[in-house]
C-alpha cells in the first residue's frame, strides 16, 4: 500500500534530550512537509523540502532540524532549544502535480 | 499573509440532516483549496481537492464548492450519518504552490 509512515506514534523525552521522529513515504512525492499541531490551534508549519538535499524553513522552525537525503525519508528532530516541544507532530507529502497533500497518522512527543 | 478561517468551530446536527461547513480565506491568489477530516488522535485524510480553475468538485456524498473572488469555499455533505463525526479542515495552498495555510477546524457532531 501506497503512504505515509511516521514512527514512533508516541514519544516521551525529557527535557535537555534531542529527539527524532521519522518519516517515510512511498508515493514517489518529491515535496514533504511537517507541522505541529496543538489543541485549539491550527496547523503549523516548522519545515518543508520540494526536492533532495533542500529544504525551507516554515512559519515555526526556531528548536526543529531536518535532513532530506532521500527522497522517501525526511526527518524531523525536535532538539532540546525547543521550549515547548509537547505537542502532536504530522509529516505530509505531495506530487503529481496536482498539489494535493497526504498526511501521515502522526506522532506524539510528551516532554516530561 | 494568507489567513483562512472556519467558522463555527463546533457543529452539532441529528442524523439525516445536510452538512454546511464554511472556510474563508483572505488571499484570493491561491493555486488550490483541500478539505481534510481528521478523526481524534489521528492523521489527516484527503476529502476534496479544488483546482483554483474550478468552481466545485464532488465525492459521493460530499460536495464543495470554490468561490475566490470572495474567498470562500463551502463543503456540503449530504444526509449526513454518525460516522461523520470528525474535525474538518481546510486548507489554502498559495500562488506558488509551495505552502498550505489551515484553517482552524470544525469539529462535527452527527447524534443518532
Known amino acids: 500500500d501506497g503512504g505515509i509512515t511516521q514512527s514512533p506514534k508516541y514519544l516521551f523525552r525529557k527535557e535537555g534530550q534531542n529527539v527524532t521522529l521519522s518519516c517515510e513515504q512511498n508515493l514517489n512525492h518529491d515535496a514533504m512537509y511537517w507541522y505541529r499541531q496543538d489543541p485549539g490551534q491550527g496547523l503549523r508549519l516548522i519545515y518543508y523540502?520540494?526536492?533532495?538535499?533542500?529544504?525551507q524553513k516554515g512559519d515555526i522552525a526556531e528548536g526543529y532540524s531536518v535532513s532530506r537525503e532521500k527522497k522517501e525519508s525526511f526527518p524531523l528532530t525536535v532538539t532540546s532549544a525547543q521550549k515547548n516541544p509537547t505537542a502532536f507532530y504530522l509529516c505530509a507529502s505531495s506530487g503529481g502535480g496536482t498539489g494535493e497533500l497526504f498526511f501521515g497518522e502522526g506522532s506524539r512527543l510528551t516532554v516530561l | 499573509k494568507q489567513e483562512v478561517t472556519q467558522i463555527p468551530a463546533a457543529l452539532s446536527v441529528p442524523e439525516g440532516e445536510n452538512l454546511v461547513l464554511n472556510c474563508s480565506f483572505t488571499d484570493s491568489a491561491i493555486y488550490n483549496l483541500q478539505w481534510f477530516r481528521q478523526d481524534p488522535g489521528k492523521g489527516l485524510t484527503s476529502l476534496l481537492l479544488?483546482?483554483?480553475?474550478?468552481r466545485e468538485q464532488t465525492s459521493g456524498r460530499l460536495n464543495a464548492s470554490l468561490d475566490k473572488s470572495s474567498g470562500r469555499s463551502t463543503l456540503y455533505i449530504a444526509a449526513s450519518q454518525p460516522g461523520d463525526s470528525a474535525t474538518y479542515l481546510c486548507a489554502v495552498t498559495g500562488a506558488a504552490g509551495n505552502k498550505l495555510t489551515f484553517g482552524g477546524g470544525t469539529r462535527v457532531l452527527v447524534k443518532p
Open positions: 523540502s520540494q526536492i533532495v538535499n533542500d529544504f
Open positions: 479544488i483546482q483554483s480553475s474550478q
